[in-house]
């Protein structure tokens, strides 16, 4: 619809500038006709620049949904990298420990040798912060 009347408006333009060389020059219904012409004109450049504007406005819009998709998408990568690390800041001290502690009760197995140093260790594994 907006668009038919932009067409109208641009054809009545150009029907009032053809009908201009019709009119005398200096009478009251050529100044008229200019005036009218003029005012055509103006309405055409500010329906010009609303549709520039909706246009404009529109795709701002859209790129600023597009930026808090962005935005939220990278929020999660950072929730799940943060988990990550705090799983493996768990898990991987347990798996040291367990390892540890496994080598040393074999070790030990048959207590008649013992370790100062398993003994050291065992008093410091700590599998939570």
């Not at 055509?40 to 500010?46: A, Q, S």
């Not at 939220?72 to 705090?86: A, F, P």
């Not at 030990?108 to 140093?117: A, H, L, N, P, R």
């Amino acid at each position: 619809m907006d668009e038919n009347i932009k067409d109208l408006l641009g054809e009545e333009i150009k029907a009032q500038i053809e009908g201009l060389s019709d009119l005398e020059v200096g009478s009251k219904e050529k100044s008229t006709a200019i005036s009218d012409l003029v005012t055509l004109y103006r309405l055409d450049i500010e329906a010009t620049k609303n549709e520039l504007e909706f246009d404009e406005k529109r795709e701002s819009r859209e790129l600023e949904e597009q930026l808090k998709r962005d935005q939220l998408k990278e929020q999660v990568k950072d929730r799940y990298c943060r988990l990550g690390i705090e799983v493996a800041s768990i898990v991987l001290p347990l798996i040291f420990y367990a390892a540890w502690m496994r080598k040393g009760f074999k070790f030990e197995e048959t207590g008649t040798y013992t370790s100062t140093t398993f003994r050291g260790l065992f008093n410091r594994f700590r599998p939570t912060k």
